[in-house]
């Protein structure tokens, strides 16, 4: 009932900086939160970035300074600025949304389908 899509994922030099976008639709009556998440091959997927519909936003050290997220609440919609980067940011990243939507079930967590990042070094 909600769909989620990514896109802006890639290839990139190391010290270069991608902007990843993810936007949900369908049965949407509100999102609480919206995050990135990544997972690299071999290990688990991680918290990136996430973000309240207060704007309240929440890092993992290993990005701080580096990556921003924002988003648009008009269009459901929330980017992952991300600058000077390394070979070790290099996996699929995940875009989650959490919410209550008009329809049963009300209360929805779900994922895209993931973008690639790649960072050569």
């Known amino acids: 009932q909600v769909q989620v899509v990514e896109s802006g994922g890639g290839l990139v030099q190391a010290g270069g900086s991608l902007r990843l976008s993810c936007t949900a639709s369908?049965?949407?009556?509100?999102?609480?939160?919206m995050g990135w998440y990544r997972q690299a091959p071999g290990k688990q997927r991680e918290l990136v970035a996430s973000?309240?519909?207060?704007?309240?936003?929440n890092y993992a050290d290993s990005v701080k300074g580096r990556f921003t997220i924002s988003r648009d609440n008009a269009k459901n919609t929330v980017y992952l600025q991300m600058n000077s980067l390394r070979p070790e940011d290099t996996a699929v990243y995940y875009c989650n949304v959490v919410g209550r939507s008009w329809k049963n079930p009300y209360d929805y967590d779900d994922w895209g389908q993931g973008t690639q990042v790649t960072v050569s070094s």
């Open positions: 369908g049965t949407i009556f509100i999102i609480n939160v």
């Open positions: 973000i309240m519909w207060s704007g309240v936003t």
